[in-house]
């Protein structure tokens, strides 16, 4: 466990975090005008400008389980799963040239809203459902499950007891304060998640005595595969690189372009320049966690294998064999790497991780429960009820979430665990996304079945694999499973769109792209911070990068 004056600085840090939420949210709702509470506790009053929207997203989307589970996966994997991180940078592209003009043009409060502007209310309807489904399972649970498995390692607490301290301070400034306290907090967390992580891999550096040291070990054991980001056919891993290139779109656009989680923040921009720039910006970011997250991992491994890091906390025997527990590979690195004094910020960094994820995804839910669903039922309802509705939801969110860790801890990866759940859950609404913004012909009717009958693929297809994983099903990787889906959905979609046309209105028929180039009209600010400069600049990063590591 860590020592009382680390523990120290984790409590305060927590304590001065949630006295931030509180004050700031407070105060933003206070100086607000009063005729439009919703707005100002949902949306910020849509005053984000690109600095907080960037490094809001990457907060949400950085949780303490990237912390845990990327150098887990680095540890057992090398860097492979850093490609999800460098990917998700060619999505946010996506979301600022293309889907961003038509939340801001359409000014939507959630994406449910968007949907039935584009298509129809049952599209709104479900995708309300699986919105809050998605954010209590993915962004909450395993943010838990993650949050619970470092703090009972470090402070030997109980680890449902730990998170739900944790959990409920986070609640209430999330509910209090609104999204501009989520998002005021996330960028300190931000700073500070950051901060840990490169410290981390500094001290991790260090003791193995640099890159070629770790090369060496890693050369000497026959794992120099661990290095490359982009493996051949039939790896063991089961994500060679076309699975990579063919999956990975498919969860990436509903993650960052369609998740109501994440794609709120873009809603609270302050227009549509702030709103390209923000996701942009975030797209730099993600970079770094291949660095900073993963790699730690890696240099975890070569350190094991070197006799510097001692495991036996860690190993169990299954079945006669010794294995290695890795989901808790990072608590210990901060045990037994990080000098005394430094570990409280570690462990702050983590909580970063786990407040800004659930911060956000509570922000998110009360938004969809509030407009989506209270409101359609209660259309009179005033603003103040509808804050109370939100409120509620996210409570009741909240300890949904608690009661599904046992079933979650059941994987033995939670990287893997979290991408397998979203394999499943992201092709239809990948699909309806964007045929409704790309392919003005996309019928209402097409997009109401294909979320109703590709959910229920997912559904099918998920249980079968795991009652039967040693059938061809069960034997598909998850980033292929998510590909065929999504080819499934696509096809579906365009079928009923044959026998049922569209019947556009005045509203709909402004809501998709005549042509893709349509979307680079708008000139944007000039100079560096033009959206066009900074995803050519951004795209040609990546591409060098993935060249490198490949």
Not at 54 to 78: E, M, R
Not at 121 to 135: K, N, P, Q, T
Not at 400 to 422: A, H, K, T, V
Not at 519 to 544: H, P, R
Request: glycine fraction near 8%; hydrophobic fraction near 50%.
């Amino acid at each position: 466990m860590i020592g009382s004056f680390d523990a120290t600085v984790s409590v305060l840090y927590v304590i001065a975090i949630l006295a931030i939420g509180l004050w700031t949210g407070l105060r933003h709702r206070s100086a607000s005008k009063k005729t439009n509470v919703a707005n100002e506790y949902f949306l910020a009053g849509k005053s984000l400008r690109w600095p907080m929207i960037g490094l809001a997203l990457f907060a949400t989307n950085i949780s303490c389980v990237h912390l845990v589970s990327l150098a887990q996966s680095g540890f057992d994997t090398g860097l492979l799963n850093g490609t999800f991180e460098w990917m998700a940078s060619f999505t946010l592209i996506l979301l600022a040239l293309f889907f961003v003009p038509f939340y801001i043009k359409s000014d939507v409060s959630t994406l449910p809203d968007f949907l039935e502007k584009r298509y129809n209310r049952a599209s709104r309807d479900w995708l309300a459902f699986i919105s809050i489904l998605s954010a209590i399972i993915i962004h909450i649970s395993f943010s838990l499950l993650a949050g619970g498995i470092v703090l009972q390692t470090l402070f030997g607490v109980n680890m449902y007891t730990s998170v739900i301290i944790i959990a409920i301070i986070t609640t209430i400034y999330t509910i209090v304060g609104g999204l501009k306290a989520v998002v005021v907090t996330e960028s300190i967390q931000t700073v500070v998640l950051l901060s840990g992580a490169v410290i981390m891999s500094v001290v991790a550096y260090n003791k193995m005595g640099g890159w070629d040291n770790m090369v060496h070990v890693l050369d000497q054991k026959n794992e120099l595969s661990k290095l490359s980001m982009m493996r051949p056919h039939g790896d063991s891993s089961g994500l060679p690189w076309y699975a990579v290139l063919l999956g990975y779109p498919v969860l990436g656009i509903w993650y960052w372009c369609a998740d109501q989680t994440i794609v709120q923040r873009v809603l609270g921009a302050k227009d549509e320049n702030h709103a390209r720039v923000g996701p942009l910006f975030c797209g730099f970011i993600k970079i770094l966690p291949v660095f900073i997250f993963v790699m730690p991992g890696l240099f975890a491994y070569a350190l094991y294998q070197t006799g510097h890091l001692d495991l036996s906390g860690l190993k169990t025997v299954v079945a006669g064999k010794e294995v290695v527990n890795s989901k808790g590979i990072y608590t210990l690195m901060i045990l037994q790497l990080i000098p005394k004094g430094l570990a409280g910020v570690l462990v702050a960094a983590l909580l970063s991780g786990l407040m800004s994820q659930i911060s956000g995804a509570l922000n998110s839910i009360s938004t969809i429960a509030s407009y989506d669903i209270y409101k359609r039922y209660k259309p009179g309802a005033t603003d103040e009820k509808l804050v109370t509705a939100g409120k509620i939801a996210a409570g009741l969110s909240f300890v949904l979430s608690l009661m599904l860790l046992p079933l979650l801890n059941s994987y033995e990866s939670i990287f893997n665990g979290l991408n397998d759940i979203i394999a499943h859950i992201a092709p239809p609404i990948t699909c309806v996304f964007l045929l409704g913004i790309f392919w003005g012909k996309a019928s209402a009717r097409s997009a109401q079945l294909t979320l109703y009958i590709g959910s229920a693929a997912g559904v099918l297809v998920f249980a079968y694999s795991k009652l039967l994983p040693q059938s061809v099903i069960g034997q598909v990787p998850f980033m292929m499973m998510a590909f065929y889906l999504f080819v499934f959905c696509v096809l579906l979609q365009i079928a009923v769109t044959l026998v049922s046309p569209a019947k556009h209105t005045s509203e709909s028929s402004d809501l998709y792209w005549k042509s893709p180039l349509e979307s680079l009209k708008s000139t944007g600010w000039s100079g560096f911070g033009n959206y066009k400069f900074l995803s050519v600049l951004l795209i040609s990063v990546m591409v060098v990068l993935f060249w490198v590591f490949r």
